[in-house]
């Protein structure tokens, strides 16, 4: 699963972005997917993932209330709203997927995923 993540940039802190990940070639309602983050010098960490129809997501507490996670099927991309963003978000975002039954959890452990997009650089200015 070839995975290509877009829309980061230099940002204010209080502005928005809107990433995407398209999943080339690839029916996403067989996906579940999600959005890890790393800043420099920390571990890569869970920000939110969608359930294969987009029904259930999971919300890291950090950003929950601020960023949104949705799925476009039908366009095989998966999209992460930063809304109200702040210095502390600054890091690469990376877009992740894993196959699973219609029913199975939604993950937020990063060694669940096995495929992974090139990341997109998101930085917040104070």
């Known amino acids: 699963v070839q995975l290509q993540a877009s829309g980061g940039g230099l940002v204010q802190a209080g502005d928005s972005l809107r990433l995407s990940c398209a999943a080339a070639?690839?029916?996403?309602?067989?996906?579940?997917m999600g959005w890890f983050r790393q800043a420099s010098g920390k571990e890569r960490e869970f920000v939110a993932a969608?359930?294969?129809?987009?029904?259930?997501?999971e919300i890291a507490n950090s950003v929950k209330g601020r960023f949104t996670i949705s799925k476009d099927n039908a366009k095989n991309t998966v999209y992460l709203q930063l809304d109200s963003m702040k210095p502390e978000d600054t890091a690469i975002y990376y877009c992740?997927?894993?196959?699973?039954?219609?029913?199975?959890?939604?993950?937020?452990?990063?060694?669940?995923?096995?495929?992974w997009g090139q990341g997109t650089q998101v930085t917040v200015s104070s």
């Open positions: 992740a997927a894993k196959y699973g039954i219609l029913t199975a959890a939604v993950s937020t452990t990063t060694d669940d995923y096995p495929y």
């Open positions: 070639g690839r029916d996403v309602s067989r996906l579940f």
């Open positions: 969608i359930s294969r129809g987009g029904g259930r997501t």
